[in-house]
């Protein structure tokens, strides 16, 4: 399906298992922007939806997680959830690299759209997803999906819906 000759490094790409739950955790704390969930959610997430997530790994340390799955009212799009990158790897395109090896896989054979929730202020992530659809060739519609209002408290901004797609063999 999606190509991406940028592939080649000393990364380790690979279905998460319920052994990486702590290691994700601590990637996802570590980043200080992502809505950081309990460690049992993250254990749950490797263990059950590991066929649409990744964990990367650099010397044997965990520098990527996405956590993605085939939505069930859309069989043909992957959710992202989160994407979470190890601030030294920041900026080298690690992001895109791993939402390739998903994509690539059998069991998202049939994925024709990505989507995934950023807020307005998260420009990276907005890049990501704009930069995927640019090398997919394909559009990437922007709309709003939760308000602030939603969320219980205050502080949590907005959430814009990114859809990807439709992606081409």
């Known amino acids: 399906m999606a190509s991406d000759t940028a592939i080649k490094s000393d990364f380790h790409f690979r279905k998460p298992s319920k052994d990486d739950g702590a290691a994700v955790w601590a990637l996802i704390e570590q980043t200080g ?35 993605g799955f085939i939505h069930p ?9 989160q994407v979470a990158v190890n601030e030294s790897e920041r900026g080298n395109g690690l992001g895109t690299k ?38 997919l060739d394909t559009d990437c519609d922007v709309g709003d999906y939760f308000s602030s209002d939603e969320f219980p408290g205050e502080g949590h901004e907005d959430e814009l819906l990114f859809k990807i797609g439709p992606v081409q063999d």
Do not use: H
């Open 33 to 67: 922007v992502l809505d950081l969930n309990s460690s049992y959610s993250y254990l749950m997430w490797c263990e059950i939806f590991s066929e649409t997530s990744i964990v990367t790994e650099r010397d044997g340390e965990t520098v990527g997680f996405i956590s």
């Open 73 to 81: 009212d859309k069989p043909n799009t992957l959710f992202i959830w």
């Open 98 to 135: 791993m939402l390739f090896q998903l994509l690539n896989r059998d069991r998202c054979e049939a994925i024709e759209y990505v989507e995934a929730t950023v807020s307005p202020s998260n420009k990276p992530s907005q890049n990501l997803f704009q930069g995927l659809a640019k090398k």
